[in-house]
């Protein structure tokens, strides 16, 4: 067991290097873009890239950001893996970040088109009076699961009071589900445990099983990668509705490119609907992104993270709403915001 965990541990450490490496690079290029768009602007939406090839759609370019390091925009992760969003006459520039608020900030500055990311991104710039909308949903979840090591004492949230858990970084996404959980159980989680930042990868592992935190919050392929060892155990994986990854971009520039939102809604839904039937296709295009994951567990992951995919990409309210209530209890907002002022599900297929 321990020359297991050892092994995990040195391929986290290069897996969370390689994802910095490419957080750090925002201009990096995806797989299956060939530049071949000859240089438009996402701005217009459109530019001859396909010439006069007859029966084949305008090429348009699309400058697309989401937080790197894990597999919650994972179909559009493998619509650009796989040349699906290329094959429909999309060109993707996709930029990855290491906050979903500098990506936020990006796309409000004007170098994204649009941004994967959680609802709570369109409450704040709603509140702030700027132009965000909601046009889909790509995950409906938090995005992160407890795990303890499989020998531990404990058999349900109930048992965590009085325990060091472990978040990516407290205020984050992860430490908003785990808060939640311990609600529910009524654990006060300013009071009744310890909540300590224990980043990703190789550092979330050590710190687990160095016993520092009792548990800690990880995200997929991590989760699917350290209980397939033998040695580790999911004790809560947040079940309820919540708009996790959401396709989100300005409404002013949907109003001047409604056909390449809704030609790129068009192919992600597409996307889903095929690798539903068969998780196993998306296996190798995931692998482009996580290349240090046996193709075994990340099938396992891909699975995962597919059973939160909701059909047809839509967005539900009650997602919506817990996103809501949770800003709401942090006193990031005063009240709720009407669901019909932050999102537009017209686009979607």
Not at 334 to 342: G, S, V
Request: hydrophobic share 40%.
């Amino acid at each position: 067991m321990m020359k297991k965990t050892k092994t995990l541990l040195a391929t986290l450490l290069v897996l969370t290097i390689a994802l910095l490496s490419a957080c750090g690079n925002n201009a990096a290029a995806p797989a299956g873009n060939n530049g071949g768009n000859g240089g438009g602007n996402a701005a217009t939406g459109a530019n001859g890239g396909n010439g006069g090839n007859a029966g084949q759609p305008e090429n348009v370019k699309i400058r697309i950001g989401f937080v790197g390091g894990g597999m919650t925009p994972i179909i559009a992760q493998i619509g650009m893996n796989d040349g699906s969003y290329e094959n429909a006459g999309i060109t993707i520039e996709e930029q990855s970040f290491t906050s979903g608020a500098d990506m936020v900030q990006a796309l409000v500055g004007g170098s994204l088109d649009i941004a994967l990311g959680s609802y709570e991104h369109v409450l704040r710039q709603q509140k702030n009076g700027l132009g965000v909308k909601a046009y889909g949903e790509i995950f409906n979840g938090v995005g992160y699961a407890l795990v303890v090591k499989k020998d531990a004492e404990f058999q349900s949230l109930a048992d965590l009071k009085g325990k060091t858990l472990a978040v990516t970084k407290v205020g984050s996404l992860s430490d908003t589900g785990l808060r939640e959980g311990l609600k529910s159980v009524n654990i006060d989680g300013d009071k009744d445990v310890q909540i300590i930042n224990g980043g990703s990868g190789a550092t979330m592992l050590a710190a687990i099983e160095s016993g520092k935190a009792a548990g800690g919050m990880v995200s997929e392929p991590t989760i699917s990668q350290m209980v397939a060892t033998g040695n580790y155990r999911v004790l809560y994986d947040p079940p309820y509705d919540f708009a996790g990854i959401t396709v989100m971009a300005k409404t002013d520039w949907v109003d001047k490119n409604q056909e390449a939102m809704r030609r790129f809604l068009q192919v992600s839904n597409e996307v889903n609907e095929r690798v539903q039937k068969d998780p196993a296709s998306a296996v190798e295009a995931m692998l482009k992104e996580f290349d240090q994951i046996p193709a075994d567990v990340m099938e396992t992951a891909v699975k995962n993270q597919l059973a939160k995919v909701p059909a047809g990409l839509k967005l539900s309210e009650e997602g919506a709403k817990k996103v809501s209530d949770t800003q709401i209890e942090q006193g990031i907002l005063d009240q709720e915001i009407p669901f019909e002022d932050t999102v537009d599900l017209s686009l979607l297929p």
